[in-house]
């Protein structure tokens, strides 16, 4: 069974301040995805990262993919309330089947104004 | 453009009694389709993943069902349900397109066994 793991699980700062959350695994991703999910509602998806060494850009988020295509990072810079949530990430890994997505269990970001 | 329902959204139900959670997409074609479980607003467990009419995979083993009666119709189901079963059910579709898996939400059913 493949692992996903994400760090920190919790994280609590303060409106203005930067962040960044982490998602790793040991095996190859083919693909990986960044979702913000808000209480009581389904994951929302904020980027597909898939070529190596990738990064993207979503207003005051920036996802990197890593060289080796195992890890990818989100930092989040001058954080507002609004950015408060879970945030998830999913890969498909090489070799996985076409149609299954491994989700790591979630930072969850409080912003407190 | 795409969107997908979920119903109910809230469910309350009495261990013993069944269940059927339905998912309908709109404004695609031949999606794939997805039940995934949220327990305690954390990690998603892959339930079952349809790529077509009548199939139907199943990735854990337990008293849940899945049928793809039409194909933008996702319905799950149990016979007899337990307390265990409680949680957050999400409902997702895709189109493969080269590497990624891209999945889109639905809002959740929430299921409560009492």
């Known amino acids: 069974t493949q692992l996903l793991e994400q760090s920190p699980q919790f994280l609590s700062i303060q409106e203005g301040e930067n962040l960044t959350v982490y998602c790793n695994s040991s095996?190859?991703?083919?693909?990986l995805q960044w979702y913000r999910q808000e209480p009581g509602e389904g994951p929302v998806l904020l980027v597909t990262v898939v070529t190596g060494g990738e990064v993207k850009k979503l207003k005051r988020l920036t996802f990197q993919f890593g060289d080796a295509r195992k890890d990818s990072s989100l930092h989040i810079t001058a954080a507002q309330p609004g950015d408060t949530g879970l945030y998830l990430c999913?890969?498909?890994?090489?070799?996985?089947?076409?149609?299954?997505?491994?989700f790591g269990k979630g930072t969850k970001l409080s912003v407190i104004p | 453009s795409q969107t997908i329902h979920q119903w109910p959204a809230t469910l309350v139900q009495p261990v013993g009694s069944p269940l059927s959670l339905e998912c309908t997409v709109e404004g695609t074609s031949n999606p794939n389709l997805y039940w995934y479980r949220q327990a305690a607003g954390r990690g998603l467990q892959l339930l079952f993943y349809s790529v077509g009419i009548g199939q139907i995979s199943s990735e854990v083993p337990q008293n849940l069902s899945a049928s793809r009666p039409q194909d933008r119709q996702f319905i799950l189901s149990s016979k007899k349900l337990l307390l265990s079963d409680s949680g957050f059910y999400l409902c997702a579709w895709s189109v493969l397109a080269g590497d990624g898996n891209e999945q889109f939400f639905g809002p959740g059913t929430r299921l409560t066994v009492l």
């Open positions: 999913a890969g498909k890994y090489s070799g996985a089947g076409s149609y299954q997505l491994t």
């Open positions: 095996s190859v991703f083919s693909s």
